[in-house]
């Protein structure tokens, strides 16, 4: 069997838990990790994948976030990805943003709006000839969640794990697949959304109220 050549991948918040369970299936590749807590590798003239994973999320009602918080939230979860892309030209984008674009509930506004924003901004991409493949997850076991330990305790069954998530997309990386949605019960609510949106959004309130 032919033997696959070394991809240059670029992580970006490669400490994230998503990231770190990618980079653990990615042994026979040319990996270029971008973090706050790294010096920024010199990178070669061709990016085959950049992964856009860096992220965090204020979830408050939107009057109690502060202007500053808005921005560092777009700052990191949308405009700093957009930059990177424009900068690395990648043959293939792969945008970690999340399933509450397209499902929202009660105090994810700006988180939500920002991540919406990483989405379009990748669908309109491939008309540019770039490959993109947008993850949209639900909640995952990560230190993202470390303010608020209870939270995944109470979404119970529609938690994922860093591996289950980071398996899917290492999968993807080479195939055309334009969107995971994950876990499949929040898929599922998010495609009834889009015909159904007012009577999703009320069951959202019972059924997916958790921030
Ligand atoms: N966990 C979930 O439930 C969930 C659900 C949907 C979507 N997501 C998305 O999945 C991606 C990975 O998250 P994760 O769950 O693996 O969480 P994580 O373990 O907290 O990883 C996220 C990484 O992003 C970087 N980051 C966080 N805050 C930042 C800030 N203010 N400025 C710059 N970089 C920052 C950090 O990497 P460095 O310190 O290395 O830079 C951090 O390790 C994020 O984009 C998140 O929005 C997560």
């Known amino acids: 069997m032919k033997k696959k ?5 670029v992580i970006t918040g490669a400490t994230g838990d ?3 369970a990618m980079i653990k299936r990615l042994p026979g590749d040319n ?3 971008m973090s706050r807590s790294l010096p920024e590798p010199e990178l070669p003239e061709k990016i085959d994948i950049l992964v856009n994973n860096s992220g965090f999320g204020l979830f408050d009602n939107l009057t109690n976030l502060s202007d500053d918080q ?6 990191v979860n949308t405009l700093d990805a957009i ?3 424009r900068k690395l030209k ?3 984008l792969v945008n970690i943003a999340s399933i509450s674009a397209k499902l929202p509930t009660k105090k994810a506004s700006v ?5 919406a924003a990483l989405i379009v901004f990748g669908e309109a991409l491939r008309f540019e000839g770039v490959n993109v493949l947008n993850v949209n997850t639900g909640p995952v076991s990560t230190k993202f969640h470390a303010a608020r330990p209870d939270y995944l305790r109470k979404v119970g069954s529609y938690v994922l794990t860093a591996d ?7 999968k993807n990386l080479d195939t055309h697949k334009r969107e995971l949605n994950l876990p499949w019960q929040l898929a599922f609510a998010s495609k009834l959304r889009a015909i159904f949106p007012g009577l999703v959004d009320t069951m959202s309130q019972r059924f997916f109220n958790y921030k």
Do not use: G
């Open 111 to 115: 988180y939500a709006a920002s991540k």
């Open 5 to 9: 050549s070394a991809r240059n991948i």
């Open 164 to 170: 289950v998530v980071a398996e899917k997309i290492v």
């Open 31 to 33: 990996l270029y990790l």
């Open 83 to 85: 930059k990177l892309t």
């Open 70 to 75: 808005v921005d560092e939230m777009f700052k």
């Open 18 to 20: 998503i990231a770190q």
């Open 90 to 92: 990648p043959t293939k």
